[in-house]
């Protein structure tokens, strides 16, 4: 190639790269503007005072300490993470039958059994949690059914409290669970389980030495999912857990939107932020490793 | 996946009952939509359309609803302007590290929870004194459907043929005709089913809404539960059902595409 056809190949490409630059602006300045910078923001007025609801200048770990060293905000971690970790034991528990069942089905039943877990995510979370709240509520379907069948004296209490939240938090992220463990079942070589049937190995034993260590993929992708999504939830905990619950959420809401304490409900939410982090940088660990060994 | 007699049938008894706890709450929703009194009674008792006429004549839900469509369909349409040129980049982008890092910023008002978005843009916005504004809604829809958009047209981006492309230039056409008329037109089916999802999250959100909006520029899920929370009596129900129906309808649409298929990493 001549210098000169090099020199032009050079500037057509330098050219490309531009365009490139500016094809991708708009979308740059959408998630930098909006996400990036805000979050920033955030992070920095997380070490400011506050007072009277005017935030005042000047460095302070305050709000981080009250909350890594405070009792009441200890619980609320402490809960969040236990419920979170509750919601996320759960859907896999439930997730299996269907599952398995998705997977071992005649191709037209499937799609129908796969809508059906689909469905439900196409229709509006607020909606899906106020469902719960007719069935759990004080004036709920339970507990009008066991008063009725003179079970009850006193109504159960179901909602407003963590019963509510985790049997709520669990319907709405149970699809995600249900699709992620499916896609590993589906692709799982049947001569494995039918070997395992012919050596002798009865249904149990062969589910939990052959099928559930090769599930293990979708379990870990589900359950990080699940788990970082009930971390950061909010409509569940507010309408069936209500405002006198512990969750970080919650707590946040109340913090900036009632007490008008900014510094606090954004030092809680730059913990809360790591937090979920740091449960995708695992589960990239995770899948690696797994990936590595498998 | 077979295993013995009891096995299976334990595991279809269970699977029953699983598929019941997903499905119930707005079965029994759309029930106490219908009841002829205001709170709930076991067994169900008597059959009326009256709250359906209720949430109709509150007029408490109609402005939030088009509000909520004209939101979802407006940032959709943001998102796909601003995912096909950057999709198109990014296929032409030599490093591959660029190309991830491009990517991951992309896709990350996917991982940081809606509450953070909602209060880190409750501030931003508040300095700028654009809460409860049409335009600050539209700018936080916008923001957290695009990982939807841009996701499905970069797969189809991703599968554009250069062939393709390379012919329709030697042929003589210029740039704006070539992506008008070969580029464009592969990207339909990607550019679609991500505006499907986005319009469907953009409906669903009622976090960031809540948190950028006060009294002005509410949206129906936010009117939803204010009514809940006020009042709560089965005009909620009726408002939910006519979503609860519209979800399905908007599930069996796109499962006749194939589409539902790619819901497993929607999130939030």
């Known amino acids: ?294 | 996946m077979n295993g013995s007699r009891p096995f299976r049938v334990a595991r279809v008894l269970a699977a029953a009952l699983v598929y019941g706890f997903l499905l119930g709450p707005m079965l029994v929703v759309a029930l106490f939509s219908f009841s002829d009194k205001s709170f709930f009674t076991f067994p169900p008792s008597g059959f009326s359309l009256r709250w359906y006429r209720a949430a109709w004549e509150s007029g408490l839900f109609l402005d939030p609803a088009v509000r909520s469509l004209a939101l979802a369909a407006l940032s959709t349409l943001i998102a796909a302007a601003f995912s096909i040129p950057a999709a198109l980049a990014l296929r032409r982008t030599r490093s591959p590290r660029l190309r991830a890092i491009v990517e991951f910023l992309f896709l990350s008002p996917l991982i940081v929870p809606a509450l953070i978005v909602g209060i880190a843009l409750l501030y931003a916005f508040n300095r700028l004194g654009m809460v409860d504004t049409f335009a600050a809604l539209l700018a936080g829809h916008t923001l957290i459907v695009f990982p939807f958009v841009f996701r499905a047209v970069l797969t189809s981006v991703m599968a554009l043929r250069q062939e393709w492309i390379d012919a329709a230039e030697i042929l003589g056409a210029p740039p704006l005709r070539s992506f008008r008329d070969v580029v464009l037109p592969a990207l339909v089916p990607g550019l679609v089913s991500g505006a499907i999802f986005a319009f469907i999250v953009s409906l669903d959100q009622f976090t960031v809404s809540l948190f950028v909006t006060q009294s002005e520029q509410i949206v129906l899920p936010v009117a939803i539960y204010r009514y809940l929370y006020d009042v709560n009596d089965p005009v909620v129900a009726a408002v939910s059902t006519v979503l609860v129906v519209f979800g399905l309808l908007v599930a069996v649409a796109i499962d006749r595409f194939g589409w539902l298929r790619h819901l497993g990493g929607t999130g939030g």
Request: net charge positive; aromatic share 8%.
């Open chain 1, 1 to 294: 190639m001549s210098a000169t056809a090099s020199r032009t190949a050079v500037r057509a490409s330098a050219r490309r790269g531009t365009a490139a630059v500016w094809l991708l602006l708009p979308a740059i300045v959408l998630v930098v503007a909006l996400l990036l910078v805000p979050v920033f923001d955030m992070v920095v007025i997380s070490f400011r005072r506050e007072s009277f609801g005017q935030i005042l200048p000047g460095f302070t770990l305050e709000n981080y300490r009250s909350i890594l060293q405070g009792a009441a905000y200890a619980e609320i971690l402490l809960k969040t993470f236990g419920a979170a970790a509750v919601v996320t034991a759960a859907c896999v528990v439930l997730a299996f039958p269907v599952a398995s069942l998705i997977a071992g089905a005649p191709p037209r039943l499937r799609g129908l059994l796969y809508f059906l877990v689909a469905a439900p995510l196409l229709v509006n979370t607020v909606v899906r949690t106020y469902g719960w709240l007719l069935i759990l509520g004080r004036k709920g379907l339970i507990n009008e059914t066991l008063s009725w069948l003179g079970v009850l004296q006193e109504p159960l209490a179901l909602s407003g409290n963590y019963i509510g939240l985790i049997v709520g938090g669990t319907q709405v992220f149970l699809p995600f669970m249900i699709l992620s463990i499916t896609t590993s079942l589906v692709a799982i070589d049947r001569r494995l389980q039918e070997s395992s049937a012919i050596l002798g190995a009865g249904s149990v034993r062969t589910f939990l030495d052959v099928t559930l260590p090769l599930a293990m993929p979708g379990v870990i992708a589900g359950s990080v999912l699940v788990f970082s999504l009930m971390l950061g939830a909010f409509v569940t905990p507010l309408i069936l857990g209500g405002t006198a619950i512990k969750y970080v959420s919650v707590a946040v809401y109340t913090d900036a939107l009632v007490l008008f304490n900014l510094p606090r409900a954004t030092a809680l939410s730059v913990v809360l932020l790591v937090a979920v982090l740091l449960v995708y940088a695992i589960q990239k660990r995770l899948i690696r490793r797994y990936e590595a060994f498998a």
